[in-house]
């Protein structure tokens, strides 16, 4: 099992960027495929972008395509979600989390098929003038 750490967010103004990181407690990501979500207030959970292990096939929301991406570094053990030209609707807290080995690249990850002592505390996002 691994469980998760989420760092990066913060306050920022329409239009901005900003880079969040997934890094686990201890042991390695090498395995796991790694889901990106967000849960804005009174609105379920979603998923927003994944990437696998090994080939590195990566899924996202349609709402984030090409303004999100989602990246890995196996030697820093850490995988990253780009976030540009944010929107007000971004707005929510940020989670990642991990699922054994793939994940799809026909679109977002789904929550209930990602280990759940895996999940972080999460990261919020404020995208706000």
């Known amino acids: 099992q691994v469980q998760l750490v989420e760092s990066g967010g913060g306050l920022v103004q329409p239009g901005g960027s900003l880079k969040l990181s997934c890094t686990p407690l201890?042991?390695?990501?090498?395995?796991?495929?790694i889901g990106w979500f967000r849960q804005a207030p009174g609105k379920k959970r979603e998923g927003v972008s994944c990437i696998s292990s090994g080939d590195d096939t990566t899924g996202y929301l349609d709402s984030v395509k090409g303004r999100f991406t989602i990246s890995r570094d196996n030697h820093n053990n850490t995988v990253y979600l780009q976030m540009n030209s944010l929107k007000p609707e971004d707005t929510g807290t940020y989670y990642c989390a991990a699922k054994y080995y793939y994940c799809s690249g026909s679109g977002p990850p789904n929550p209930n098929a990602y280990l759940e002592p895996s999940w972080g505390q999460g990261t919020l996002v404020t995208v706000s003038s």
């Open positions: 201890d042991g390695t990501l090498d395995f796991f495929a």
